[in-house]
């Protein structure tokens, strides 16, 4: 049976036709398509499609080498698979570039209110310090006076003016402590959507 009768015996709705095209190109096909693509899946898939179309189409052309008019088919149907799947990959890839710049924004606001936060709460911990430890921590790191000098300043001995200083920082550094463990909770319940 030459081509042109195989063909149209399959035109006309012939099963054992249709087996025997699928018989005689299907493993050619695949040889053919995995020199374009090494996606065995997608290959199977789009064969798969082919064949699918070919049985459901309603009006065939003729031919005379169903080889060239399968295999053109196939080229066909690959290259519009691989695009759709190029355009779906630019898309998610979008999505995932606009999720980012969207976690990489809110994430810096939270971190922007953790900071005023802290400061806040660093300026109201500095009010309670006593007058004192307030006068000596601010001639030492807004004036950088030594601690002699801070001493003969503020007319206590230096193991006086070291001590104001030293319970100072103290106090602030525990509320810095405390409020990092706060704010870390807080930050990772905001992220965790708990």
Same mark, same amino acid.
């Given at each position: 049976?030459?081509?042109?009768?195989? &063909?149209?015996?399959?035109?006309?709705? $012939?099963?054992? #036709?249709? %087996?025997?095209? !699928?018989?005689?190109?299907? /493993?050619?096909?695949?040889?053919?398509?995995?020199? +374009?693509?090494? $996606?065995?899946?997608?290959?199977?898939?789009?064969?798969?499609?082919?064949?699918? $179309?070919? &049985?459901?189409?309603?009006?065939?052309?003729?031919?005379?080498?169903?080889? *060239? !008019?399968?295999? #053109?088919?196939?080229?066909?149907?690959?290259?519009? @698979? %691989?695009? +759709?799947?190029?355009? /779906? *990959?630019?898309?998610?890839?979008?999505?995932?570039?606009?999720?980012?710049?969207?976690?990489? +924004?809110?994430?810096?606001?939270?971190?922007?209110? @953790?900071?005023?936060?802290?400061?806040?709460?660093?300026?109201?911990? !500095?009010?309670?310090?006593? $007058? %004192?430890?307030?006068? #000596?921590?601010?001639? %030492?790191? !807004?004036?950088? *006076?030594?601690?002699?000098?801070?001493?003969?300043?503020?007319? @206590?001995?230096?193991?006086? #003016?070291?001590?104001? +200083?030293?319970?100072?920082?103290?106090?602030?550094?525990?509320? @810095?402590?405390?409020?990092?463990?706060?704010?870390?909770? =807080? =930050? &990772?319940?905001?992220?965790?959507? *708990?």
């Amino acid at each position: 049976m030459t081509d042109t009768d195989l &063909w149209n015996a399959f035109r006309r709705g $012939d099963r054992s #036709a249709f %087996r025997q095209i !699928y018989d005689l190109y299907a /493993r050619d096909l695949f040889n053919y398509a995995y020199k +374009i693509t090494d $996606d065995r899946e997608l290959i199977e898939d789009v064969i798969h499609d082919l064949f699918l $179309d070919l &049985w459901n189409a309603k009006h065939l052309s003729e031919t005379n080498s169903i080889k *060239f !008019y399968l295999f #053109a088919a196939l080229r066909k149907k690959l290259a519009t @698979v %691989r695009k +759709i799947n190029a355009h /779906r *990959f630019e898309k998610e890839a979008e999505a995932l570039d606009i999720a980012e710049v969207e976690v990489s +924004i809110e994430n810096e606001l939270i971190d922007q209110e @953790v900071r005023q936060q802290l400061i806040q709460q660093l300026h109201r911990s !500095y009010q309670l310090l006593t $007058d %004192r430890q307030q006068q #000596a921590l601010n001639l %030492r790191f !807004y004036m950088h *006076f030594s601690n002699e000098e801070i001493a003969q300043i503020m007319g @206590v001995n230096y193991q006086s #003016a070291c001590k104001f +200083i030293y319970t100072g920082l103290k106090a602030l550094r525990e509320t @810095v402590r405390i409020l990092s463990l706060l704010v870390g909770f =807080t =930050t &990772w319940h905001m992220l965790s959507g *708990f």
